[in-house]
């Protein structure tokens, strides 16, 4: 006997396919498009996506990377475990997949501890200056992305997105 939670996700994963498959909405995004309004989408929000798989690894969590035609713009697309994992004939092919937006936030309090522990290992014995200088300078550039983000929307934090596949198809 199925649980109550494990048919509403089998429920809303089908409801999600047929959002992004039904006649209403039958196309997908690019990557590209993906990328020019992602910070006006949400977290959980269910999208369709096409892009060209530049990586697929199935080592640890199964994830691809899928690249637009701006090749500078990606997205990484990770195995929901409902999928398991990516079929590895997918690299370099254009592939369509079903998912849902995840948003993980970097904020200025998470910089600030992050270069307080860094200052703080350097007064260990183990302490590694070049390192902690090369990762200051990465801790600056995302606190100027910070910076940019919040004078375009207001939005005081650094976003790296994901998209969590529940089914895909390569194109043929």
Known sequence: MRSILEKFNTLFVGLAIISC???QNNASISVDELSTMIENMQEGDTLCVRGFCVDVCNS???HITLAGEDTTQMVAAVAARSLGSFAE???YQYVTVNSILHEQKVDRAFLDNWEYRLDESLKGPNGNPEAVAMLKVQIEALRDSIDARF??????YWSNYTLEVFSYEADK
């Open 60 to 62: 640890g969590t199964s």
């Open 89 to 91: 004939d997918l690299k």
């Open 151 to 156: 004078a375009r929307n207001g939005k005081e």
């Open 21 to 23: 498959a039904g006649p």
